[in-house]
Structures are given as C-alpha cells and as structure tokens.
Nanobody, 117 residues
Framework: QVRLVESGGGSVQSGGSLTLSCVAS????????LGWVRHVETKTREGVAG???????AYEDSVKGRFTVSRDNAKSTLYLQMNSLQTEDTAVYYC???????????WGQGTQVTVSS
C-alpha cells in the first residue's frame, strides 16, 4: 500500500525555521516526481515546491529564496527546509508524489505549520 508520511511541522515565530520530512513507501521512489502542497481552509491548495526525478526543482514565487526542497532516494524521503518563515506560510503542508505529469498521484496526511508574529 502506498503511504506518504509527513513530519516536522510545528509552531514558530516569524523569521524562524522548520524542516519538513516526507517518508514514502509502496512506490519506486526514484521514479516519481515529488512536491509539497499547502492548504488553508479558507483558500485553495497551493503548490509550494517540487522536485523531478533528475533533481530539478521548482518553487512557488512567494517561497523562492526561503524554502529548499531536496530528496534522498536511498531513504525514500523528501525534505523541505523552510527559513525566514512568515505568518502567511501558516498552513497544513502535504507531501505529494506522481509519475511526473503522467498520473498516479498520491498524498500524505499533512503536517501543520503555524507561524506567529
């Protein structure tokens, strides 16, 4: 069974940092494109950062220069290093995996990030 399990969320003050992790199982991890998506109840889902099979990355404009996505294929783990956090970053962060625009998307259960001013 496919599982993506996020961890690392928490509460920090504005300007602080957090590192999120997503451990995947049940999929050939190295063959999947991976990403982080965040959601606030009053807003639509927002893509935050993604990484392809070749290590290429993409970021939502508001997090460029502050967030860094990486992957460790040997550990089947995706990471998101978040620096200079702002209150607008408060959301539930979800890990997602798909076959690089060819379907097969899977989602984790999410981890809460709360940034206070």
């Amino acid at each position: 069974q496919v599982r993506l399990v996020e961890s690392g969320g928490g509460s920090v003050q504005s300007g602080g940092s957090l590192t999120l992790s997503c451990v995947a199982s049940g999929i050939p991890f190295s063959e999947y494109c991976l990403g982080w998506v965040r959601h606030v109840e009053t807003k639509t889902r927002e893509g935050v950062a993604g990484m392809g099979r070749d290590g290429r990355t993409a970021y939502e404009d508001s997090v460029k220069g502050r967030f860094t996505v990486s992957r460790d294929n040997a550990k089947s783990t995706l990471y998101l290093q978040m620096n200079s956090l702002q209150t607008e970053d408060t959301a539930v962060y979800y890990c997602a995996a798909d076959l690089c625009a060819n379907g097969g998307i899977y989602w984790g259960q999410g981890t809460q990030v709360t940034v206070s001013s």
